[in-house]
């Protein structure tokens, strides 16, 4: 057989293995047996034995086989992926159903209703139809490369090739979904390690999870994870016969078509009460699925309306997750003890008799703070239900009141740090008690474990023990420190010898360079976590530009609101913050963020706008995009900062305030004008 004969073999064989692996894994609709297919791999195994100039990266044969990894890159999403919002009821529901109306200034919209898997969102991306690259969702803003463990799930394409219907996917797009460990296959699974005498896991969501994360890609293959695709993440170059649709329905339908699992009970709807069917069905019904379930999406589905609606912090406006009950148990609460935060807040928390809730142990509940002790009248002793919030966050829900004896005893809020000693009290009608010692050992602990977190500076071998004994040692009095230590104080805590402390002194070096965006998160600044920080970063691009800022200013960021706005500007306020953003910049540490690209002259640097109505040619957010761009402010409300109000048809009230303080209006002609008026000023200040 010639190289070519065989080249053409291999690729008819590849290809009717890829359709049976579809017709299998994703479409549950098999033509042969597991032994006929068995027999098709065993030849391609072959035939590529003797060829292996002739393997290709999207074989079926390579999505096992890479060597362990020594760590995983971490991967920038060039699209966020954006959490979502709750709605625990219907009322909540409603009520972001009627914020988005507003927005859109219409309530005529169709939903898609999908189910809410109960996984780990992953990035997918392709390039001419191969699979390049999968990344977990991480911050949102960034992931981790775990590509050869996605290549492991049979459900995942490893190429996407124009369809005999001629569908033709972009040049280079990416899809996200949820990876998860069907419920039948974890049984199975777990009983094959009982078998085995190896010890069993106790959920699959948390067993995907850690399997994704496997450094030995061969280890995730041992574990049939599967996945559902629900969405497009962004798409480059599509072909010309075959556009992108411009609905969130059709992408689903377009996905699918392009042989993506995607999950057969989505449902496209037009009025709320359908959507709250679906919700209510799917409760009913949830635990006939085979994978675990704690809700549904719903989305709104023109992509138009989605651009306008846009997001705020780390959740789009567009889009929210419908919450099932949570899983409730009843136990004992056996004692309330309190931890002290980074931000100085004491933190009650109860100990429980353990219970199993949702297949976890739990063993603590949070209890917020007093109020919330107050309100519930929680005593230590008393008989509660607990339920897992969100299946994650174990809270007590109610006291079982005709459960108690006498004996048990009202918790009192201590008036000292239990850490430091110093006073503590809440300040206004704020329900935190906060610790009033900047110097308390317990918030540095804290802080310094959060700085050098994965999400932060990201400094590995150094974590809450190693900080504590620095601590205590009198070697840390605040993160900058950090960059201050040296060899003979590493060498002096247990369990650090020369090597492991050589190599921590390299990654606080090497933490140096983290961007502006992740020393903003590490920073603990209350309500700023690293897609806040993001958003900050990009807009100031300079530490100092950022810590002189007037709420306002950070205001006028879109997603950003006065509460973060409010803390960012008290935090900078602080002496002793500043102190240590100075010992940081004269350590080496990096507080500037390089500016993604050129965006021109800044022709509206210094002007504050205000956008509202409905426009003809742009939507509301495309205009507030492009006053950005050239440098301009955009803010949600008139004042007397305002420089233009932009209006647009039935502008009410933001209207009647700008006329009320004398703010010139445009509208969208009068606004385009005004840029090429600026433009034509720069022009002539550059021509010779």
Known sequence: MTDQSTAESLKKLRREIDRHNHLYHVLDQPEISDAQFDALMNELLALEADHPDLVTPDSPSQRVGAQPASGFQEVRHPVPLLGLGNAFDEDEFMAWLRRAADMLERDDFDLVCELKFDGLAVALTYEDGILVRGATRGN????????????????????????????????????????????????????????????TYANPRNTAAGSLRQLDPRLTAERPLDI???????????????PVPDTHWE????????????????????????????????????????????????????????????????????AVAFKFPATQETTQVEDIRVNVGRTGSLNPYAILEPVNIAGATV???????????????????????????????????????????????????PDTCPSCGGPA?????????????????????????HFVSRGAMDIEGMGAKQGQALIERGLLSDVSDLYALK????????????????????????????????????????????????VIAGRFLKLDALMDAAAEDLEAIDSIGPKIAEAVVEYFANDANREVVRKLRERGVNTEQEAEEDAGPQVLEGLRFVVTGR????????????????????????????????????????????????????????????IESKQGLVNEVRSP
């Open 251 to 318: 992408r689903l339908s377009f996905l699918a078509d392009l042989g993506f699992k995607t999950n057969p009970h989505n449902r496209l709807v037009s009025a709320p009460e359908e959507a709250t069917d679906f919700h209510k069905q799917w409760l009913e019904a949830k635990e006939d699925l085979d994978y675990g379930c704690d809700g549904s999406v719903i989305k709104i589905n023109r992509l138009d309306f989605q651009q306008h609606l846009g997001h705020v912090g780390r959740e789009p406006r567009w």
């Open 487 to 534: 060899m003979e104080d590493l060498v002096a805590i247990d369990r650090m010898g020369e090597k492991s402390s050589a190599n921590l002194l390299a990654a606080i070096e090497k933490s140096k360079e983290q961007s502006l965006s992740r020393l903003l998160t590490a920073l603990g600044i209350p309500h700023v976590g690293s897609e806040v920080a993001e």
């Open 228 to 242: 559902f695709v629900y969405s497009l993440g962004w798409a480059e170059g599509p072909a010309p016969e075959t």
């Open 140 to 199: 949102g803003t960034s992931g981790e490369d775990v590509t050869l463990n996605l290549r492991t799930i049979r459900s995942v394409p490893l190429r996407v090739p124009v369809k005999e219907n001629g569908i033709r996917p972009p040049a280079r797009f990416e899809v996200r979904g949820e990876a998860l460990f069907p419920k039948s296959a974890f049984e199975r699974f777990n009983e094959q390690r009982r078998e085995q005498g190896l010890p």
């Open 615 to 674: 426009l003809a040619s742009f939507s509301r957010s495309e205009i507030q995009n492009r006053i950005k761009a050239l440098g301009g402010a955009v803010s949600g409300s008139v004042s007397k900062n305002t420089n233009y109000l932009v209006a647009g048809a039935d502008a009410g009230s933001k209207l009647a305030d700008a006329q009320r303080l004398e703010v010139t209006v445009l509208d969208e002609d009068e606004f385009q004008a005004l």
């Open 425 to 449: 009290a809440r300040k206004g009608e704020e329900a935190v008690t906060l610790c009033d010692n900047p110097a308390c050992p317990a918030q540095l602990v804290r802080l310094v474990e």
């Open 363 to 413: 063993k603590q509940a949070t209890l917020h703070n007093e109020d919330y002790i107050r309100s519930k009248d929680i005593r230590i002793g008393d008989w509660v239900v607990v339920e897992r919030a969100g299946e994650v966050i174990p809270q007590i829900v109610t006291v079982i009141e005709s459960r108690r004896t006498g004996e048990e005893r009202v918790f009192e809020m």
